[in-house]
């Protein structure tokens, strides 16, 4: 039987990407063959720089060693991309239930697209950091490594 290859994508505004973000791709890439963090745009926040400069910080930051993923700007919606780019499930990490509560609609919506999401929780020792949190404090994590 051959098994059959899942693409996931994990997308965000990643505004900046904090070690929360690090830690669900290190842990995504360990479930499916190929991770692509989708650094895109969001009419609701006002990022710092554009989501191209934005995807450039993030494959900075990423180990160069993580082959399986790779790091895109996309300006549509995650389901167009994942149609368009044979993308089989999409990714959400979650802090709290506040966080799930948002997720779960956007999943709902996705889901009724054609692509299913799954979720994976924060570790409690970094669920308190937020890409907002950090911007409000004008701080940019030291590390992002998972």
Same mark, same amino acid.
């Given at each position: 039987?051959?098994?059959?290859? $899942? *693409? %996931?994508?994990? /997308?965000?505004?990643?505004?900046?990407? &904090?070690?929360?973000?690090?830690?669900?791709?290190?842990? #995504?890439?360990?479930?499916?063959?190929?991770?692509?963090?989708?650094?895109?745009?969001?009419?609701?926040?006002?990022?710092?720089?554009?989501?191209?400069?934005?995807?450039?910080? $993030? *494959? %900075?930051?990423? /180990?160069?060693?993580?082959?399986?993923? &790779?790091?895109?700007?996309?300006?549509?919606?995650?389901? #167009?991309?994942?149609?368009?780019?044979?993308?089989?499930?999409?990714?959400?990490?979650?802090?709290?239930?506040?966080?799930?509560?948002?997720?779960?609609?956007?999943?709902?919506?996705?889901?009724?697209?054609?692509?299913?999401?799954?979720?994976?929780?924060?570790?409690?020792?970094?669920?308190?950091?937020?890409?907002?949190?950090?911007?409000?404090?004008?701080?940019?994590?030291?590390?992002?490594?998972?």
């Amino acid at each position: 039987m051959t098994r059959v290859r $899942v *693409r %996931a994508v994990y /997308p965000g505004s990643f505004d900046p990407f &904090t070690p929360g973000h690090a830690n669900v791709v290190n842990r #995504a890439r360990g479930l499916f063959d190929e991770v692509v963090v989708l650094v895109s745009v969001n009419s609701t926040k006002h990022p710092r720089i554009n989501e191209e400069e934005r995807a450039a910080a $993030v *494959r %900075a930051i990423l /180990p160069v060693e993580w082959t399986s993923v &790779t790091v895109v700007a996309w300006s549509g919606l995650t389901s #167009a991309y994942c149609r368009s780019h044979d993308v089989g499930v999409i990714v959400r990490g979650v802090r709290n239930t506040t966080d799930l509560q948002a997720e779960c609609q956007l999943a709902a919506m996705n889901q009724s697209l054609g692509v299913p999401t799954v979720f994976l929780p924060a570790l409690p020792e970094l669920a308190a950091v937020s890409s907002t949190a950090l911007r409000a404090l004008g701080t940019v994590p030291p590390s992002t490594q998972p």
